[in-house]
């Protein structure tokens, strides 16, 4: 199968406009673009993980960028709510109710799927350090030798709710087996527009 070949224009254009459409904050308020652009294009897909479901407009959301921008993909969104869920099964897109925040949930839904291997995970989920680790430490090894594990929505620093730089620099940086980046996408801004990408060594 021939790896994504997609101009970064026509990626940055497909994001925007499918993204933008549903009322998504990923390119708007974030710019989340900046980081995609640099883990994703030229990336051959076959398998896109995304969790949290955004609310669908118009058959607009990110698991339909997802879909178009990889258009041979299977593509799995995760979500407690199970509306969101049923709004967006069908088709390559394999929705599931799943907790991030539960152990068993995440195996659950593992077992479910009959997933081996994943090459794109997403977590947009509840933006809160614990369950976010927990959702890593369990797909994880489950992402491809050349996968990218994505995170957003983490702030400069701490409070009681969101993840922050600090958190996950001091988590990762206790692994031998892994590389990351953290990308701030709006560089100035004390906002949660900061995204780390991680892969196996």
């Known amino acids: 199968m021939k790896a994504n070949i997609m101009s970064i224009q026509s990626f940055e254009n497909i994001l925007m406009e499918r993204l933008n459409a549903a009322g998504s904050d990923k390119i708007s308020d974030h710019q989340y673009q900046l980081a995609y ?24 959301s990110s698991i339909t960028a997802w879909s178009e921008l990889f258009p041979t993909a299977t593509i799995y969104a995760l979500d407690n709510d199970q509306k969101k869920v049923t709004m967006v099964n069908g088709g390559r897109v394999k929705a599931y ?16 799927a009959d997933i081996k291997y ?14 976010a680790r927990t959702t890593f430490e369990v797909l994880f090894h489950h992402l491809s030798d050349d996968g990218i594990y994505m995170i957003e929505d983490i702030k400069k620093s701490s409070d009681t709710w969101q993840q922050s730089i600090r958190d ?27 995204i780390v990408g991680i892969w196996k060594k």
């Open 168 to 194: 996950w620099k001091n988590y990762l940086d206790a692994y031998d087996d892994l590389e990351y980046e953290i990308i701030d996408c709006r560089p100035g801004i004390d906002d949660d527009s900061i």
């Open 37 to 60: 652009k640099k883990f994703l294009v030229g990336k051959n897909v076959k398998s896109f993980l995304e969790i949290g479901i955004a609310n669908q407009v118009d058959g607009h």
């Open 118 to 131: 994943i090459d794109v995970i997403l977590d947009d989920g509840s933006h809160k350090f614990s369950h």
């Open 97 to 112: 109710n799943v907790d991030q925040s539960s152990l068993d949930s995440l195996l659950n839904f593992l077992d479910d």
